[in-house]
């Protein structure tokens, strides 16, 4: 997997803490940058290559969907930028008319497009600490763009993660009521509009891992896919770590989740994603936020990993067995997951009736049936 080239002036992530402040004035660095994501407009996947994921919305989402392109970069919603940007269009794949309405620092224009359409007329009367909105009235719901230029909008993360760290320290043992409590004290807060995103997200997360817990998976779906949204334009440890958890949890291997060596999910991600980093072989954990809550199951499969990682299949085929025997598996992103470890750990030990019996059941699956057809050919 090569480096993707990522133009530097686009950062579609907040720093963890700070005031409102200019953007450096230069951003040039002598070592390598931490690897860009860029988020899917439909779902959660995410991919460092620019033409990977406008392949992955044309064969996925390809049906009547409208995005936004900033400096060739595909936009979800809030886009922090440290100049002007050179170009902005927007990209309708098989959809009809829409009507586009166009604010810039309160000037408002509207128009109608029904192709793919250049906006950097609009462009001209922006400047640093200018606000942009884009609202597209897309079939459905209508989507709103919002960037931010030269000026990084107000968010201070700490206050809200003292809090959030005390609250965790407790895993998933904390009831309703305690969670109430929490969102009564941190809804008095006087909060900038990015810091109750973010307030509201790490909550969406909690609720909904608690549900999860209690086995109500349908609202348990729900508060989590509202989490990862709310969370995504956040760079602190407790959103990296949320996001981790999330596309564990909802199967987002498509692409990539740019886990640090450190992370605990980094084992994961070159496990599960089909174009994630190489397997390291010792694990070097040393990033987590304190009691960040994840499920049960997914702690298993975690340890899983780790033994598979560590060529110890027996294990791998152990913890397989005590999930099956549980009543941790909840759906079909559950049950694939599993099925992966079962089928690698006994292909790599030689046992093809473990390997034909779960690489069987993959061929019907949704991520890894081309690995299954493959296994399965030779066999």
């Avoid at 392109?69 to 922090?80: G, Q």
């Amino acid at each position: 997997m090569g480096a993707a080239k990522i133009p530097e002036q686009i950062n579609e992530r907040f720093v963890s803490s700070g005031p409102v402040a200019d953007w450096p004035k230069s951003r040039r660095v002598h070592v390598s940058p931490p690897v860009k994501l860029s988020y899917c407009t439909v779902c959660f996947e995410s991919f460092v290559s620019e033409p990977t994921l406008a392949q992955h919305i044309a064969a996925k989402h390809g049906r009547q969907h409208v995005y936004l392109k900033v400096d060739e970069r595909i936009i979800r919603d809030i886009c922090c930028l440290s100049a002007v940007p050179k170009t902005m269009a927007v990209v309708l794949l098989d959809c009809p008319q829409i009507p586009l309405t166009i604010t810039v620092d309160g000037q408002v224009s509207k128009l109608n497009v029904n192709k793919t359409t250049n906006l950097n007329r609009y462009l001209k009367a922006a400047k640093p600490g200018s606000q942009i909105e884009i609202l597209a009235g897309t079939p459905g719901l209508p989507q709103t763009y919002r960037l931010f230029i030269g000026v990084q909008p107000q968010f201070e993360a700490d206050k809200l993660d003292d809090q959030f760290r005390r609250f965790l320290a407790e895993g998933l043992n904390s009831g309703r009521q305690e969670l109430m409590r929490l969102r009564e004290g941190l809804e008095i807060l006087n909060l900038s509009e990015f810091e109750q995103r973010y307030r509201d997200g790490i909550l969406e997360f909690i609720h909904g891992s608690q549900l999860k817990k209690e086995r109500n998976l349908p609202h348990s779906k729900t508060h989590l896919e509202k989490a990862f949204e709310l969370l995504l334009p956040f760079d602190t440890e407790l959103a990296r770590e949320a996001r981790y958890a999330l596309a564990l949890t909802m199967n987002c291997f498509s692409g990539q989740w740019s886990t640090p060596a450190g992370s605990r999910f980094h084992r994961a991600e070159a496990f599960f994603c089909a174009k994630g980093p190489p397997l390291p072989k010792r694990n070097s954990t040393t990033t987590s936020f304190p009691g960040i809550p994840i499920d049960e199951l997914s702690i298993m499969i975690l340890a899983a990993v780790d033994a598979y990682a560590e060529k110890d299949d027996d294990t791998v085929l152990r913890i397989v067995d005590e999930i099956r025997n549980s009543n941790l598996i909840l759906d079909r992103n559950d049950e694939e997951k599993v099925t992966l470890l079962a089928a690698r750990a006994g292909l790599r030990r030689g046992d093809l009736e473990i390997a034909k019996r779960e690489y069987g059941l993959l061929a019907d699956g949704i991520h890894f049936f081309e690995e299954a057809f493959r296994i399965l050919k030779k066999m």
